[in-house]
Every structure is written in C-alpha cells, then in structure tokens.
C-alpha cells in the first residue's frame, strides 16, 4: 500500500514538474512570437518607407523633368512672339511714316 501512495506521489510530483516545464515552454514560444512579429512589423514599416522614399524620388524628378520641358517651351514661344513682335514694330514703323509724310 506505501509503495502505492509513493507511486501516485512520485506521478503527481512528475505531472506537476511537466505542467510548469510545459508553462515554460509556452511562456517562452510566446515571447518569441511576439519578438518575431515585432521584427516582421519593423522590417514591414521600413520597407513601406523606402518605398514611399522611391516613389516620391521618382515624382519629384518626373516633375522636374516635366518643368523644365514646359520651361523650354515657354522660353521659345517667347522668343517667336518677341520676333513677331519686332518685325511688326517696323511694318508700323513704316505705315506711320508714311502717313506722316
């Protein structure tokens, strides 16, 4: 009969020492959980940041590019305005001299 009692012992002793092992165990598979979905949620916000870098690297110099076109293109409808303009200067030039003389 003791040797019963010391084997149901020897057994509960042996469950509860597996029961906080198994505590343990699922204590620390959570915090390495956590840690790992930390570093995915870290790694995540600085590749959505390089990427916005990137994109907003590749507007600025479309942009850029695209202004300095229409600056072109302004300065050279400019410049054909001006020339119409002089040459007209003279063609008044001349109507008025003639009227005047």
Known sequence: MSEAITTIKKAESDANKLIEDTEAKSSEMIQEAKSKSKETIEKAKEEANSDAEKITFEAETNAKK???????????????????????????????VKSIL
């Not at 302004?74 to 305005?81: C, D, G, L, P, R």
């Not at 200067?89 to 008025?96: L, S, T, Y």
């Open 66 to 96: 695209e202004a300095y076109q229409i600056n072109n293109q302004t300065k050279e409808k400019v410049e054909i305005t001006k020339n119409e303009a002089t040459g007209m200067v003279d063609e008044a030039a001349e109507v008025i």
